[in-house]
């Protein structure tokens, strides 16, 4: 069709020219225009046809320059035989984390997330359906804005289904190209090795590899010594797409022929295929790299657990060895030895939210060689699912098993009972309820129910549809205020602890020693915080767009890198 338009005639078999294979498509959509690159002995012709339904009219006819025709005439790799089939998955993080469901389903949420029927940067990734790292989604923004020739930081609904498409096409083809503008940000056609390091630690991030996101250093030079032998300081982008079209027979040749480091020794180690079918292999295999890359989650779990579990049975046998257990038996025993668990979890709780305190020892020790600190959040949801298993095991061997025993003993067995319950014996359930400790602790127990749940990700990220009625009882503003009422949890909780029956001497009733010195932290903590507030902003940049009003602003004395512009003070 482009010849007849051309030239107003067919063309003859020795004018046909030859379609350059991987060079562009004339296929697909029925939209806009569409651009391909023929060769005619040892010239290079772009066309371009403006493609309106069923018509097609030529909008440029062109020579291409000499460093497009050597980049057309490199060799082809054949995608079925080369190590494409195991480069796809290397490559999966690209698309892998856009939703399934379809346009409509993207379209759906776009009108949703559209301020003034546009899209902004920020949503991008919710918009998409890719789910788990927004900064992630942004760089992927910017590297199909950037191919695109968009600068402004927002999309329309023909832009997203434009990026969308290319983001939902699973060919390798595509998503090496994907890959390779997400890494070359200048569009130069060099990778240097910041440009490597970062789209490591991006990819990680998005996948949750922590551990490959912590070594993005040492795989950034295992990539740039093999594919910069000369210390250039970057790579080509031919060379990265020759590293990865090319067949695993080459890839063993490559690494056994160069044999320029120890570096590149481990990568082609890395790359190379296993042969070993073995089952067993396989799982042990995947035990020690789950082992490699979260050691040090590992440990630190481990020691919480073994303190917790060494906590109950101190205290579980203390009780077993007491007169009270021939009248309550295992269920006293099981309940104290919850409550000594509880205390400790209660205690350890407020460590992983002293933000201040885990900068400081992150920045000034050697301590996170070992400790994983940027897990404190997941820590302190840990220990939170400790305390409701203490929660449940210590209340509810209370409240079923203890007190209905003790109600129902025989005048010989509670005789012993009389030092801690009087001389009579507790003549209903209600005794114990309206007792200190009892409505201390269903207080606690209804206050911590209230803020667990209000906790959970599908009520603090308010996840309800609009017509629950619950919809407007969630989010993070009520999970932000429940989280408060453990300032009352706190005081109820000593309060608890000194209201004991079993126990008399006041240096036995160890509630207030396990939480005295993580309050004192945590309070001055907030005190900080509290004084923080109050420092002084410069406005460093304002921006309108579309009838939206973005403002940066930081401290004086920090520099701020808002992603529309660098700014400092």
């Known amino acids: 069709m482009a010849d007849i338009e051309a030239g107003g005639k067919p063309a003859t078999e020795s004018d046909t020219a030859t379609l350059i294979p991987n060079s562009g498509n004339l296929e697909g959509s029925i939209r806009a225009t569409k651009t391909c690159r023929f060769k005619d002995n040892d010239e290079l012709v772009e066309i371009t046809l403006d493609v309106q339904r069923d018509s097609a009219s030529v909008q440029a006819v062109r020579p291409v320059a000499a460093e497009a025709a050597v980049a057309a005439a490199r060799k082809r790799y054949d995608r079925s035989k080369s190590t494409a089939a195991v480069a796809l998955k290397g490559l999966q993080f690209v698309t892998a984390k856009v939703g399934t469901d379809g346009w409509a389903a993207v379209e759906k949420r776009f009108n949703h997330l559209q301020v003034d029927g546009v899209l902004l940067r920020s949503r991008f990734g919710k918009c998409i359906g890719m789910d788990g790292s927004d900064e992630f989604a942004v760089q992927m923004f910017d590297a199909l804005a950037r191919k695109r020739g968009i ?145 040090k989650r590992i440990w630190v779990a481990a020691l919480w657990i073994s303190i917790c579990i060494a906590l109950f049975i101190w205290k579980f046998i203390q009780y077993r060895n007491r007169a009270v257990f021939n009248i309550m038996g295992y269920c006293v025993a099981t309940a104290k030895g919850a409550a000594e668990t509880l205390k400790f979890n209660m205690a350890l709780v407020l460590f992983p939210v002293c933000r201040n305190t885990i900068t400081w020892i992150r920045s000034k020790t050697k301590i996170g060689a070992v400790v994983p600190f940027n897990d404190n959040i997941n820590f302190h949801k840990v220990i939170a699912a400790g305390v409701a298993v203490g929660v449940v095991l210590h209340a509810g061997a209370h409240l079923t098993c203890d007190f209905p025993l003790l109600l129902h003993a025989s005048d010989a067995k509670y005789e012993p009972m009389k030092p801690f319950f009087g001389e009579t014996r507790p003549p209903n359930y209600w005794w114990f309820v309206k007792g200190t400790a009892g409505w201390t602790g269903i207080v606690m127990v209804v206050l911590m129910s209230i803020s667990f749940v209000l906790a959970q990700p599908w009520f603090r990220r308010n996840k309800l549809k609009d017509s629950n009625p619950l919809k407007k009882m969630t989010g993070f503003n009520a999970f932000w205020f429940t989280h408060h009422l453990f300032a009352i949890v706190y005081a109820l909780l000593i309060v608890h602890g000194t209201s004991l029956y079993l126990t008399k001497e006041w240096y036995k009733k160890t509630t207030w020693m396990y939480i005295a010195y993580p309050v004192f932290l945590y309070s001055c903590e907030r005190i900080v915080r509290l004084f923080r507030r109050h420092d002084s902003v410069k406005i460093q940049k304002l921006q309108y767009i579309l009838g939206m009003c973005w403002l940066f602003i930081c401290p004086s004395h920090l520099v701020s890198n808002t992603g529309v512009g660098s700014t400092s003070s």
């Open 151 to 295: 600068v402004k930081e927002v999309l329309t609904k023909p832009e997203l289904k434009e990026f969308w498409e290319q983001l939902s096409d699973q060919g390798f083809d595509n998503r090496l190209q994907t890959f390779i503008d997400m890494v070359d940000k200048n569009a130069d056609g060099r990778i240097t090795v910041e440009e490597v390091k970062e789209i490591i630690a991006l990819s990680a991030s998005a996948n949750k590899l922590s551990k490959i996101k912590e070594r993005a250093d040492e795989y950034a030079a295992l990539i740039m010594e093999e594919l910069d032998p000369k210390n250039l300081g970057y790579i080509e982008l031919e060379s990265l797409e020759s590293l990865l079209l090319q067949t695993p027979s080459e890839a063993v040749a490559r690494s056994t022929i160069t044999h320029s480091s120890k570096l590149s020794k481990a990568l082609s180690m890395r790359l190379a295929p296993s042969k070993d079918t073995s089952p067993i292999r396989h799982y042990w295999l995947q035990f020690t790299f789950f082992v490699e890359e979260n050691w």
